[in-house]
């Protein structure tokens, strides 16, 4: 029983380049999550899905896109990497409705 | 508008004392759901303590109880007999049921256990 996964770990972007952030989860939760935690700050919510089929923005949904693709994962993308988007990025997922998360080991993402 | 205020940068306290960590948030929705998060400097994100609106009673959970003002809209935490492995970032999150399932979080207390 994995939880939930992230992949990759890590990545560094050039300015301008796309990437996906795959996240998958095995506890059969309904709602997955994004986040970006900056130095300083708190998780932030770009985009979650409640469920299969269904995404909605959260509070900083520009310059990414979101793609529930079955019930178990739901990916990230950035089409075109911004040195703003440089972040530790956040995966979670939960039963509805979400009285606890469950969160992956993240990714950190460097846009030079 | 900050929903969430943890007016505590940075905490410390000496081992197997209680702590308390400050947390208020705003919202004008009846119906919502206030979380406590651990995150040690591995960085992994640690569920800690639920409280619901509706909630009569304070949560509970091990040495972790959360103080629920809700007229003075404060969800604190409490962390009895202080560990070393306490030592971590901890988050206040907040999630309106009117909202769907967009959560909040403040910008977090970082404690630190004294041998």
């Known amino acids: 029983n994995a939880g939930v996964t992230q992949t990759p770990k890590f990545q560094v972007l050039k300015t301008g380049q796309s990437m996906t952030l795959q996240c998958a989860q095995d506890?059969?939760?309904?709602?997955m999550y994004w986040y970006r935690q900056d130095p300083g700050m708190g998780l932030r919510l770009i985009y979650y899905s409640a469920s299969e089929g269904t995404t909605d923005k959260g509070e900083v949904p520009n310059g990414y896109n979101v793609s529930r693709l079955n019930k178990r994962e739901f990916s990230l993308r950035l089409e075109s990497a911004a040195p703003s988007q440089t972040s530790v990025y956040f995966c979670?997922?939960?039963?509805?409705?979400?009285?606890?998360?469950?969160f992956g080991p993240g990714t950190r993402l460097t846009v030079l | 508008a900050q929903k969430i205020t943890q007016t505590q940068p940075g905490m410390f306290v000496q081992e197997k004392e209680a702590v308390t960590l400050d947390c208020t948030y705003d919202?004008?929705?009846?119906?919502?759901?206030l979380f406590w998060y651990k995150q040690p400097s591995s960085g992994e994100m640690i569920f800690l303590i639920y409280?619901?609106?509706?909630?009569?009673q304070n949560a509970t959970e091990g040495r972790y109880s959360l103080n629920f003002q809700k007229a003075r809209k404060s969800a604190n935490l409490v962390i009895s007999a202080s560990q070393l492995g306490d030592s971590a970032m901890y988050f206040c999150?907040?999630?309106?049921?009117?909202?769907?399932?967009?959560?909040?979080f403040g910008p977090g207390t970082r404690l630190s256990v004294l041998p």
């Open positions: 979670a997922s939960s039963e509805n409705p979400p009285n606890e998360q469950f």
């Open positions: 506890m059969n939760h309904n709602s």
């Open positions: 409280q619901g609106s509706y909630d009569q």
């Open positions: 999150a907040m999630r309106e049921d009117n909202y769907g399932q967009n959560f909040v």
């Open positions: 919202t004008s929705d009846p119906s919502y759901g």
